[in-house]
C-alpha cells in the first residue's frame, strides 16, 4: 500500500509597518502649528513621541521629520531595534526666536525589529529637505520617504519607483508623507504599485479645518505585496500628522 501524500499550502509571511510624520520643532514653530498649545515644552513632546513609539510593536516604523534630539531619545529608548537614519543637508531654519533644540538637524528614519540592511540613503536632487531611505529586511525592501509639496514631486517619485526596483525581484513598500493625495502618487509611480485602501471613516492622516488639499498625503504603496488591514491612529496631538499602519503579506 502507498503511503498517502498531504500536500500543504505554503502559508505567506506577514509584516506589520507604520509610517508618521513627528513634525520638526523649528516647522512646528515657523508655521505655528497647533502642537505647540499642547506641547509648549519640547523635551516634554520629544519624551511623549518616544514613548508612544517605545509602545509600537510594528516590526518597521517609518518617521520624517526628526530632529537630532527626538533621534538621540529613539535609540536610548530603544536597544532592541535597528534605527536607521538619513541626515538631510538642509536644517530646518528658524524665523524667529531661539532654537530650543541641541540638534537641529532633521532626518528620515526607519525602525526595524530583526535584521536589516541599508540599501539607499538619499536627499532628492532638487530638494535637500526631502529624500529616500531604503532598508532590506525580512525578504522586504522598505523605503522610507518625505516627498516635496510642490511639482518637484514628479521626479521625486519617479526616483522612489527606480528605488523600489531594487534589488530586482524583491517586493518593496513605500512609507511616508508623500504631500499628496492618492491618484497622483499612484498617476506617477506608474503599474505594479497599489496605494493601501484605508477604510471608510478613517482619520485623515494630516488634519485640517481649513484650505482645499486632501488631508490623506501619508501612505502605504506596496509592489509585490499584498494588505490585509489598515488604519490611521490619532497621536493626541503630539504632531500635525497622525500615524498610519498596515498588516502587509507576501
Partial sequence: MKASVRLVAAQPSVMTVASWNVLHRVHAENWDED????CPDESGRITAVTALLKGRDEQVIALQEVSGDQLDALRGALPGRTVHALRYPRVPAQRRGTCS????GEHLVLL???????????SFEDD????ALAVETDGMLVVATHVSGDQRRTGQLARLAELAATPAGCPAVLLGDFNT???TVVSVLGPGFAVVDLPPGALPTRPHTSGSASQWIDHVVVRGAGVSSAAVE???GLSDHNLIRARLTV
Avoid: F, M, Y
Avoid at 35 to 38: G, K
Fill in 35 to 38: 502642537v505647540l498649545v499642547r
Fill in 101 to 104: 533644540l541641541r540638534e537641529p
Fill in 112 to 122: 526595524v525589529d530583526g535584521p536589516s540592511r541599508q540599501i539607499a540613503a538619499e
Fill in 128 to 131: 535637500s529637505g526631502k529624500g
Fill in 181 to 183: 493625495g492618492r491618484a
Fill in 234 to 236: 490619532s497621536t493626541d
